[in-house]
């Protein structure tokens, strides 16, 4: 069953085409990944679903929801989590805090009842408090969760992010380039990290990664992009395969 459809989309800035008649399901449950040589489209592709783009054309399908008609801040209502190529994280804030800010929508009443610092809104606060220490633990964050965001490794604050996009609970988590700047020995945690998340937390991976080892490892389906078009998609091993992926891609066939 497809949790996202992604049907015709186009996105133009200007005379340049990012994304032309782009199609593809996402299947429940599944981690996809979105290939492609810098350029491709892939960070366009996440900024329709997230709702910072619209499409010139085409339509995107969230378990039988019109997307394009969503609000951009009633996404994360939806089910639907990102992550960026640059952390996003606050600094001075603790581990906890950080991923708590990806829970804020769970709290009820509202900016005001937490304000006012009404029963419900206090009772929910406290539950969701308690998801995101257990999330750390499941993350095996528990040693720094008190500690600030500043000064951690590079590594650990990857796993951060990941922690705050699960925050929300998700049904779709969107993971931009979750592998860069990593050592080798990172990019085995976090392969196998993501590969868990379906079993784990019943979430659906979107994942644009240039990491081909990471991408080839982990992944159900993979798209491939060239010049805002698809060229490609299927199995790991058949992708790898295609001519028309080997030229644009991994540079060339000979």
């Known amino acids: 069953?497809?949790?996202?459809?992604?049907?015709?989309?186009?996105?133009?800035?200007?005379?340049?085409?990012?994304?032309?008649?782009?199609?593809?399901?996402?299947?429940?449950?599944?981690?996809?990944?979105l290939i492609g040589p810098n350029g491709a489209g892939k960070t366009t592709l996440f900024n329709v679903v997230s709702r910072i783009y619209d499409p010139s054309r085409g339509t995107l399908d969230f378990d039988g929801r019109d997307l394009l008609s969503t609000s951009?801040?009633?996404?994360?209502?939806?089910?639907?989590?990102?992550?960026?190529?640059?952390?996003?994280l606050v600094p001075g804030l603790s581990v906890l805090d950080n991923v708590l800010v990806g829970a804020?929508?769970?709290?009820?009443?509202?900016?005001?009842?937490?304000?006012?610092?009404?029963?419900?809104?206090?009772?929910?606060?406290?539950?969701?408090?308690?998801?995101?220490?257990?999330?750390?633990?499941?993350l095996g964050l528990s040693d720094v969760a008190d500690h600030p965001c500043a000064g951690l490794p590079y590594?650990?604050?990857?796993?951060?992010?990941?922690?705050?996009?699960?925050?929300?609970?998700?049904?779709?988590?969107?993971?931009?380039e979750p592998a860069s700047g990593l050592t080798h020995g990172e990019v085995d945690e976090l392969s196998a990290l993501i590969r868990s998340l379906p079993g784990d937390f019943g979430v659906?991976?979107?994942?644009?990664?240039?990491?081909?080892?990471?991408?080839?490892?982990?992944?159900?389906?993979?798209?491939?992009?060239?010049?805002?078009?698809?060229?490609a998609q299927g199995e790991p091993t058949e992708v790898a395969k295609d001519p028309l992926v080997i030229e644009a891609y991994l540079g060339g066939s000979g």
């Open 1 to 33: 069953m497809s949790l996202l459809q992604v049907r015709d989309i186009s996105v133009q800035f200007g005379g340049v085409v990012a994304l032309d008649g782009l199609s593809f399901d996402i299947g429940e449950g599944q981690v996809c990944a």
């Open 204 to 231: 659906t991976v979107l994942l644009v990664e240039h990491h081909m080892g990471m991408v080839m490892g982990i992944s159900d389906d993979v798209v491939v992009l060239d010049f805002g078009r698809k060229i």
């Open 104 to 138: 804020h929508i769970r709290v009820k009443g509202g900016f005001l009842a937490g304000a006012l610092r009404l029963p419900h809104s206090l009772s929910s606060e406290s539950e969701n408090r308690r998801r995101a220490v257990e999330l750390l633990s499941r």
């Open 155 to 176: 590594g650990t604050l990857k796993r951060i992010e990941l922690a705050r996009g699960l925050a929300s609970e998700p049904r779709l988590l969107m993971l931009d």
């Open 72 to 88: 951009p801040h009633r996404i994360a209502e939806l089910g639907i989590s990102r992550t960026f190529q640059n952390l996003a």
